[in-house]
């Protein structure tokens, strides 16, 4: 798979921010206007990224709409949108979360998708679990059949989940699905790169990982050494995220780190417009780009 | 039980902590998943199709006669804890409680006496007691870096609710309560174990979308070295993604804040090995100490820490006990706001 070695992530889009709940309050704010998000992503476009990794998420799809030259966009979706269904469980039960989001398809995407027993809740639980999550899967896909796709990414809880299931069944049906049905590339986001990548070699499963690769070893499991081990000798395609450590780190200090890594790729969340131009000057000036 | 044996565990309950925690005991070397029990019969292919090799019951009783289990994860709503504890003990496991105990006084009661004097193990889920930041903070009011205590101010807020919502979570016979008892239950455990248990409560709740549950309560506690404090907490206010946790602790020395993200020291003059006025301690400078991270951080440590107080049969970090008082303390809250008086915690017994 093919990837650009730049990539923009939606974190800050979404108030997600690593420091401080006055940062995370702040890109809150900032990022529901629509109109705020996409001069920065005219920024990484002008600044010649145009790879984006986002979540199905109202602000930041509907800045995509906006976005004039989206069509120049490739974009990796990550799925399911799990902050979404996490919000609901806690009212009706993971299971009930995903049958809400099941029950607010379309008419036209329950034909779609073969779901019209979706109507009727006995038959939605009667399916089994998994089927019904693959539909799901479809289901936040077409959010995104507009655009140029380049890969999807499997959310990083659901790999996980599925690692700690210790069964291959689940990330090869994720595969599979996303190959035969779309052609594209899957990917996986993870937490838990140092266990991950093993589990995967073990099972034979050759497949793009991104995960945490950075300086001060933020999020980096089972161990920084492991990881960085890993990432040199696995001959896996490696995309690098939480490379500034959740901002706890300055471009000029994380990018040096990573200058000699076995990486593809780095996804970078930005935060404004001219954080866009000096991380991405960087980030270029010290990885070659 | 000798060191090499893997504690047999049961998970019972498979809502989203349930699901949390069957994964982490998977995935700790010195645990075995024996077993999966659910009221809801449906999961049975859930079980099969995560691939989990554990046989799912939806009877727990058939499970516990058939399965030989050394210890159980109770992830139920907290209103059938009780009875789901009183049948495990009948084959006396060690026993995992998620918070809070029960959803009344009365009930944690019942179960912290059923475990009294006995060997089980016993512990409840309040994470921030594996969670790095907080135990750092812990570690720095111990040693009095910031001198004695006078008094601190805590909040936690989420936004959560804002319209009437469905379920036992928000069902007062159920739960228990709204926002006190499920989620300011985890800063009162903080509360506890920084400061003790309080000497009175004098507290307020409302509802504002809710039928019988509080969104949101205000309490002022006092404790017996005359600290005295404050804890707000609303599941009702915009722009907090997570729940978002804020402790401003006051002393001789200076002052400690923590939340979620860092500690921020201010001294008046250098203590220990920190300068005199601001210091930061951020999470994300925090070295990894999990070697495996699902849902939350904290989890994975306060799942590692019952199986190995099974092995060693010695309590856990946070045990029944712990959340009794905790329990206690939520007991005091809701009194004081219904009777609108001062509630003397020895009076909650």
């Known amino acids: 798979m093919k990837l650009d070695r730049l990539i923009l992530g939606s974190n800050a889009f979404e108030g997600v921010s690593y420091i401080s709940r006055m940062q995370s309050l702040h ?129 990083g809880q659901l790999t996980d989940l599925a690692l700690s299931s210790r069964n291959p069944d689940i990330l090869t049906i994720f595969q599979d699905l996303v190959r035969d049905s779309y052609d594209l590339e899957p990917l996986l986001a993870t937490h838990n790169f140092g266990i991950l990548l093993p589990q995967l070699m073990e099972w034979k499963i050759k497949i793009p990982i991104m995960a945490p690769l950075n300086k001060k070893g933020f999020m980096m499991r089972p161990s920084q ?32 780190y990573l200058k000699d890594k076995k990486i593809d790729s780095v996804v970078l969340g930005i935060g404004s417009v001219p954080e866009a131009y000096h991380t991405f000057s960087v980030a270029k000036s010290v990885l070659k780009i | 039980m000798e060191k090499e044996k893997k504690v047999r565990v049961g998970v019972i309950g498979l809502g989203k902590m349930g699901i949390l925690h069957t994964a982490l005991v998977n995935m700790i070397p010195q645990a075995e998943l024996a077993a999966l029990s659910d009221v809801n019969k449906q999961l049975a292919r859930y079980v099969e199709q995560s691939g989990l090799r554990a046989p799912f019951f939806s009877d727990l009783s058939q499970m516990l006669n058939e399965i030989a289990l050394d210890a159980a994860f109770i992830c139920t709503p907290a209103f059938a804890n009780l009875a789901v504890v009183e049948t495990c003990l009948t084959k006396n496991l060690s026993l995992f409680v998620e918070k809070p105990l029960a959803h009344t006084f009365e009930d944690a009661k019942k179960m912290a006496g059923l475990v009294a004097g006995k060997k089980n193990v016993h512990a409840t889920g309040y994470l921030f007691a594996h969670m790095s930041l907080f135990k750092k903070a812990k570690g720095l009011l111990d040693t009095n870096v910031i001198g004695r205590i006078h008094r601190f101010k805590s909040s936690m807020y989420t936004s959560e609710v804002f319209g009437r919502k469905k379920g036992w979570y928000y069902d007062k016979a159920k739960s228990g309560g709204g926002a006190v008892i499920n989620i300011a239950s985890h800063l009162l455990y903080l509360v506890y174990w920084y400061f003790g248990r309080p000497t009175s409560v004098f507290a307020r709740g409302r509802s504002i ?15 017996s070295d005359g600290v005295s404090g404050s804890l707000d907490v609303s599941w009702s206010v915009p722009g907090y993604r997570l729940p978002y946790l804020d402790l401003s602790v006051e002393g001789d020395n200076g002052t400690l804040e923590l939340t979620n993200d860092y500690i921020k020291l201010y001294l008046y003059k250098a203590q220990k090995s920190f300068p005199k006025e601001w210091t930061t301690i951020h999470k994300i400078d925090m070295p990894v100490t999990s070697p495996f991270e699902l849902g939350a951080e904290g989890l994975y440590e306060e799942d590692l820490d019952f199986i190995g107080h099974c092995l060693d049969r010695t309590p856990p970090a946070v045990t029944w006990q712990d959340g009794l008082e905790v329990q206690r303390i939520i007991e005091a809250i809701y009194r004081s706001a219904d009777r609108q008086k001062v509630i003397f915690l020895n009076e909650v017994d």
Do not use: W
């Open chain 1, 27 to 155: 890109y809150l704010e900032f990022f529901a206007k629509e109109d705020n998000i996409v001069p920065v992503l005219e920024a990484a476009v002008a600044a010649d990224v145009k790879t984006f990794m986002l979540s199905n998420c109202r602000n930041v799809m509907a800045a995509l709409k906006k976005f004039a030259r989206n069509k120049e966009l490739t974009l990796l979706p990550v799925i399911p949108n799990a902050y979404e269904y996490a919000m609901e469980a806690s009212e009706k039960g993971v299971l009930g979360a995903v049958l809400t989001k099941a029950k607010g398809f379309s008419m036209y995407q329950k034909v779609k998708l073969g779901l019209r027993a979706l109507t009727k809740i006995k038959s939605v639980i009667s399916k089994d679990i998994l089927d019904l999550l693959l539909e799901l899967i479809h289901f936040e896909l077409a959010s995104f059949e507009k655009y140029r796709l380049g890969g999807v990414i499997l959310h």
């Open chain 1, 225 to 256: 050494p492991e990881c960085e081990r890993l990432v040199q000798d696995s001959g896996y395609q490696i995309i690098a995220k939480k490379v500034l450590a959740g901002g706890r780190l300055t471009p000029e200090e994380a990018f040096p």
């Open chain 2, 209 to 223: 979308y809710s039928d019988g549950v509080e969104d949101d309560a205000t309490a002022l506690m006092e404790f």
